[in-house]
Protein backbone atom coordinates (compact mmCIF):
# COMPACT_ATOMS: atom_id res chain seq x y z
CA UNK A 1 0.00 0.00 0.00
CA UNK A 2 0.97 3.56 -0.72
CA UNK A 3 1.91 5.88 1.60
CA UNK A 4 -1.14 8.42 3.09
CA UNK A 5 -0.19 12.34 4.51
CA UNK A 6 -2.46 12.16 7.71
CA UNK A 7 -2.48 15.95 9.80
CA UNK A 8 -3.54 16.92 13.32
CA UNK A 9 -5.10 20.18 14.15
CA UNK A 10 -3.95 22.14 16.97
CA UNK A 11 -6.15 24.76 18.45
CA UNK A 12 -6.97 27.27 21.44
CA UNK A 13 -10.48 27.15 21.62
CA UNK A 14 -12.73 29.99 23.06
CA UNK A 15 -16.22 30.15 24.46
CA UNK A 16 -17.33 31.65 21.18
CA UNK A 17 -18.30 28.40 18.52
CA UNK A 18 -18.73 30.45 15.59
CA UNK A 19 -15.27 31.48 16.17
CA UNK A 20 -14.03 28.28 16.82
CA UNK A 21 -15.58 26.60 13.94
CA UNK A 22 -13.91 29.84 11.31
CA UNK A 23 -10.69 28.81 13.23
CA UNK A 24 -11.38 25.23 12.25
CA UNK A 25 -11.75 25.40 9.20
CA UNK A 26 -8.97 27.76 8.42
CA UNK A 27 -6.50 25.01 9.33
CA UNK A 28 -8.13 22.34 7.47
CA UNK A 29 -8.06 24.17 4.25
CA UNK A 30 -4.48 24.02 5.50
CA UNK A 31 -4.02 20.70 6.35
CA UNK A 32 -5.92 19.61 3.21
CA UNK A 33 -3.44 21.62 0.98
CA UNK A 34 -0.60 20.00 2.58
CA UNK A 35 -1.77 16.58 1.29
CA UNK A 36 -3.65 15.35 4.04
CA UNK A 37 -6.21 12.74 3.17
CA UNK A 38 -7.16 12.09 6.94
CA UNK A 39 -7.11 14.89 9.16
CA UNK A 40 -8.09 15.40 13.05
CA UNK A 41 -9.16 17.87 15.06
CA UNK A 42 -8.65 18.38 19.15
CA UNK A 43 -10.95 17.94 21.94
CA UNK A 44 -13.21 20.59 22.75
CA UNK A 45 -12.23 22.85 19.63
CA UNK A 46 -15.94 23.69 19.40
CA UNK A 47 -16.38 25.15 22.56
CA UNK A 48 -13.98 25.99 26.00
CA UNK A 49 -16.21 27.88 27.65
CA UNK A 50 -15.76 30.37 31.10
CA UNK A 51 -17.74 27.49 33.17
CA UNK A 52 -17.58 23.98 32.36
CA UNK A 53 -21.39 23.83 31.96
CA UNK A 54 -21.25 26.12 29.27
CA UNK A 55 -20.41 23.16 26.76
CA UNK A 56 -24.00 21.71 28.10
CA UNK A 57 -26.13 24.65 26.94
CA UNK A 58 -24.27 23.68 22.96
CA UNK A 59 -25.25 19.82 22.94
CA UNK A 60 -26.35 18.46 19.64
CA UNK A 61 -28.70 15.64 18.79
CA UNK A 62 -26.80 13.11 16.64
CA UNK A 63 -27.34 13.63 13.35
CA UNK A 64 -28.06 17.57 13.72
CA UNK A 65 -26.91 20.58 14.36
CA UNK A 66 -24.52 23.13 13.05
CA UNK A 67 -21.48 21.84 14.43
CA UNK A 68 -21.94 18.51 12.91
CA UNK A 69 -22.84 20.38 9.52
CA UNK A 70 -19.75 21.79 9.63
CA UNK A 71 -18.04 18.58 10.25
CA UNK A 72 -19.84 16.67 7.26
CA UNK A 73 -19.64 19.71 4.77
CA UNK A 74 -15.74 20.14 5.61
CA UNK A 75 -14.96 16.45 4.51
CA UNK A 76 -16.83 16.68 2.01
CA UNK A 77 -15.72 19.97 0.71
CA UNK A 78 -12.24 19.09 0.87
CA UNK A 79 -12.44 15.26 -0.07
CA UNK A 80 -10.57 14.31 3.61
CA UNK A 81 -11.51 11.58 6.00
CA UNK A 82 -12.26 14.25 9.05
CA UNK A 83 -12.40 12.40 12.63
CA UNK A 84 -14.31 15.68 14.75
CA UNK A 85 -11.95 15.75 17.70
CA UNK A 86 -15.24 16.03 20.17
CA UNK A 87 -18.47 18.06 20.11
CA UNK A 88 -20.82 18.14 22.80
CA UNK A 89 -23.89 15.48 22.17
CA UNK A 90 -27.01 15.38 23.96
CA UNK A 91 -27.09 12.74 26.84
CA UNK A 92 -30.03 11.39 28.74
CA UNK A 93 -28.81 12.82 31.97
CA UNK A 94 -29.70 16.38 32.45
CA UNK A 95 -26.80 18.53 32.92
CA UNK A 96 -24.39 16.31 31.68
CA UNK A 97 -23.77 16.04 27.81
CA UNK A 98 -21.44 12.67 25.99
CA UNK A 99 -17.89 14.18 24.95
CA UNK A 100 -17.78 12.36 21.16
CA UNK A 101 -15.43 11.91 18.36
CA UNK A 102 -17.67 11.90 15.35
CA UNK A 103 -15.72 10.55 12.05
CA UNK A 104 -16.52 11.67 8.42
CA UNK A 105 -15.38 9.95 5.22
CA UNK A 106 -14.67 12.04 2.13
CA UNK A 107 -18.39 12.25 1.07
CA UNK A 108 -19.25 13.55 4.21
CA UNK A 109 -20.73 10.36 5.66
CA UNK A 110 -20.60 9.68 9.34
CA UNK A 111 -18.81 6.44 9.48
CA UNK A 112 -17.40 6.14 13.04
CA UNK A 113 -18.46 7.13 16.55
CA UNK A 114 -16.86 7.01 19.77
CA UNK A 115 -17.75 8.59 23.23
CA UNK A 116 -15.15 9.32 25.71
CA UNK A 117 -14.83 6.57 28.23
CA UNK A 118 -12.33 7.87 30.89
CA UNK A 119 -13.21 11.26 32.42
CA UNK A 120 -10.38 13.60 33.82
CA UNK A 121 -10.42 14.21 37.60
CA UNK A 122 -7.27 16.24 38.99
CA UNK A 123 -6.89 18.17 42.07
CA UNK A 124 -3.77 19.99 42.67
CA UNK A 125 -3.99 23.15 44.92
CA UNK A 126 -6.01 25.89 42.93
CA UNK A 127 -5.86 23.86 39.61
CA UNK A 128 -8.97 21.54 39.98
CA UNK A 129 -10.55 19.45 37.43
CA UNK A 130 -13.89 16.96 37.43
CA UNK A 131 -15.21 16.08 34.33
CA UNK A 132 -17.47 13.55 35.57
CA UNK A 133 -19.77 16.95 36.46
CA UNK A 134 -20.97 17.63 32.93
CA UNK A 135 -20.22 14.09 31.15
CA UNK A 136 -21.33 10.82 30.81
CA UNK A 137 -19.02 8.44 30.22
CA UNK A 138 -19.09 6.27 26.84
CA UNK A 139 -18.89 2.26 27.10
CA UNK A 140 -17.86 1.15 23.84
CA UNK A 141 -14.23 0.77 21.86
CA UNK A 142 -14.60 3.36 18.65
CA UNK A 143 -12.64 2.22 15.62
CA UNK A 144 -13.07 2.88 11.81
CA UNK A 145 -11.71 1.40 8.67
CA UNK A 146 -9.48 3.86 6.31
CA UNK A 147 -7.97 3.24 3.36
CA UNK A 148 -5.11 2.24 4.88
CA UNK A 149 -6.14 0.60 7.68
CA UNK A 150 -7.64 0.26 10.78
CA UNK A 151 -7.80 3.81 13.16
CA UNK A 152 -8.25 3.45 16.64
CA UNK A 153 -10.08 6.25 18.49
CA UNK A 154 -9.18 7.78 21.78
CA UNK A 155 -10.21 10.62 23.99
CA UNK A 156 -7.60 12.79 26.00
CA UNK A 157 -7.13 11.02 29.65
CA UNK A 158 -8.12 7.55 27.79
CA UNK A 159 -4.36 7.72 27.04
CA UNK A 160 -3.45 6.75 30.41
CA UNK A 161 -5.52 3.38 30.27
CA UNK A 162 -3.68 0.79 28.18
CA UNK A 163 -6.12 -1.59 28.19
CA UNK A 164 -8.68 0.41 25.94
CA UNK A 165 -5.97 0.56 23.14
CA UNK A 166 -5.63 -3.33 23.62
CA UNK A 167 -9.07 -3.54 22.95
CA UNK A 168 -8.94 -1.61 19.95
CA UNK A 169 -7.60 -4.58 17.94
CA UNK A 170 -4.89 -4.60 15.51
CA UNK A 171 -4.78 -0.73 14.15
CA UNK A 172 -2.59 1.11 12.21
CA UNK A 173 -3.28 4.08 13.42
CA UNK A 174 -4.85 5.65 16.63
CA UNK A 175 -5.73 9.10 17.13
CA UNK A 176 -5.62 10.95 20.23
CA UNK A 177 -7.76 14.44 20.48
CA UNK A 178 -7.13 16.13 23.48
CA UNK A 179 -7.03 19.12 25.97
CA UNK A 180 -4.25 18.15 28.21
CA UNK A 181 -3.67 20.58 31.14
CA UNK A 182 -0.39 21.85 31.20
CA UNK A 183 0.94 20.57 34.31
CA UNK A 184 -0.03 16.88 33.38
CA UNK A 185 1.28 17.24 29.93
CA UNK A 186 4.62 18.70 30.74
CA UNK A 187 4.99 15.71 33.12
CA UNK A 188 3.22 12.82 31.18
CA UNK A 189 2.02 13.58 27.65
CA UNK A 190 4.94 12.45 25.33
CA UNK A 191 6.13 9.28 27.05
CA UNK A 192 2.40 8.55 26.95
CA UNK A 193 1.98 8.80 23.67
CA UNK A 194 4.86 7.34 22.73
CA UNK A 195 4.47 4.42 24.83
CA UNK A 196 1.10 3.77 23.40
CA UNK A 197 2.44 3.73 19.42
CA UNK A 198 5.55 1.52 21.23
CA UNK A 199 3.52 -1.19 22.56
CA UNK A 200 1.06 -1.33 20.11
CA UNK A 201 3.42 -0.70 17.31
CA UNK A 202 1.21 1.47 15.44
CA UNK A 203 0.91 5.16 14.19
CA UNK A 204 -0.57 7.65 17.17
CA UNK A 205 -1.78 11.05 15.44
CA UNK A 206 -2.87 13.46 18.60
CA UNK A 207 -4.48 16.20 18.14
CA UNK A 208 -4.01 19.18 20.96
CA UNK A 209 -5.29 22.31 22.54
CA UNK A 210 -2.06 24.21 23.04
CA UNK A 211 -2.34 27.85 24.82
CA UNK A 212 -3.53 29.93 27.20
CA UNK A 213 -8.04 30.12 26.56
CA UNK A 214 -9.92 32.94 27.35
CA UNK A 215 -11.23 31.03 30.83
CA UNK A 216 -7.60 31.04 32.06
CA UNK A 217 -7.14 27.18 31.21
CA UNK A 218 -3.74 26.78 29.84
CA UNK A 219 -3.13 23.67 27.75
CA UNK A 220 -0.04 21.49 27.16
CA UNK A 221 -0.20 21.87 22.94
CA UNK A 222 2.58 19.47 21.32
CA UNK A 223 0.13 18.01 18.74
CA UNK A 224 2.17 15.21 17.56
CA UNK A 225 2.46 12.14 14.82
CA UNK A 226 4.84 8.93 16.02
CA UNK A 227 5.40 5.99 14.72
CA UNK A 228 5.17 2.48 15.62
CA UNK A 229 9.32 2.26 16.73
CA UNK A 230 8.28 5.49 19.01
CA UNK A 231 9.64 8.32 17.06
CA UNK A 232 8.32 11.93 16.99
CA UNK A 233 7.82 12.49 12.95
CA UNK A 234 6.33 16.05 13.69
CA UNK A 235 4.95 18.43 16.54
CA UNK A 236 3.33 21.85 17.04
CA UNK A 237 4.50 22.89 20.42
CA UNK A 238 2.03 25.36 20.95
CA UNK A 239 -0.43 28.15 19.61
CA UNK A 240 -2.70 26.73 16.79
CA UNK A 241 -1.34 25.25 13.44
CA UNK A 242 -1.07 21.76 11.66
CA UNK A 243 0.63 19.25 11.81
CA UNK A 244 1.30 16.76 8.94
CA UNK A 245 3.29 13.33 8.02
CA UNK A 246 2.81 10.45 6.90
CA UNK A 247 1.65 6.79 7.10
CA UNK A 248 3.70 4.08 5.75
CA UNK A 249 1.87 1.01 5.52
CA UNK A 250 5.67 -0.88 4.32
CA UNK A 251 7.74 0.85 7.55
CA UNK A 252 4.96 -0.48 9.70
CA UNK A 253 5.32 -3.84 8.57
CA UNK A 254 9.27 -4.20 9.02
CA UNK A 255 8.63 -2.90 12.24
CA UNK A 256 6.38 -5.57 12.92
CA UNK A 257 8.12 -8.38 11.41
CA UNK A 258 11.42 -7.66 13.35
CA UNK A 259 10.00 -7.01 16.71
CA UNK A 260 7.35 -9.35 16.55
CA UNK A 261 6.09 -8.75 20.22
CA UNK A 262 2.51 -8.61 18.74
CA UNK A 263 2.94 -11.94 18.22
CA UNK A 264 4.29 -12.91 21.14
CA UNK A 265 1.23 -11.59 23.52
CA UNK A 266 0.40 -14.47 25.86
CA UNK A 267 -2.80 -12.15 27.94
Same mark, same amino acid.
Request: aromatic share 8%; charged share 20%.
Given at each position: ?????? /??????????????????????????????? =???????????????????????????????????????? =???????? +?????????????? +???????????? !?? #??????????????? #????????????? !?????????????? &??????????????? &?????????? +????????????????????? &?????????????????????????????????? =????????????????? /???????????????
Amino acid at each position: MSKTTV /AAIQMVSSPDVQDNIATAGRLLAQAAARGAR =LVTLPEYWPIMGMADTDKVARAEQPGSGPIQDFLAGQARE =LGIWLIGG +TLPLVSGDAGKVLN +TTLVYDPEGRPV !GR #YDKIHLFGFNKGTEY #YDEARTIVPGATV !GSFEAPFGRVGMSI &CYDLRFPELFRAMGD &CTLVVVPAAF +TYTTGLAHWEVLLRARAIENQ &CYVLASAQGGTHPNGRRTFGHSMLIDPWGEVKAV =LPEGEGVVAGEIDPDYL /AKVRESLPALKHRTM
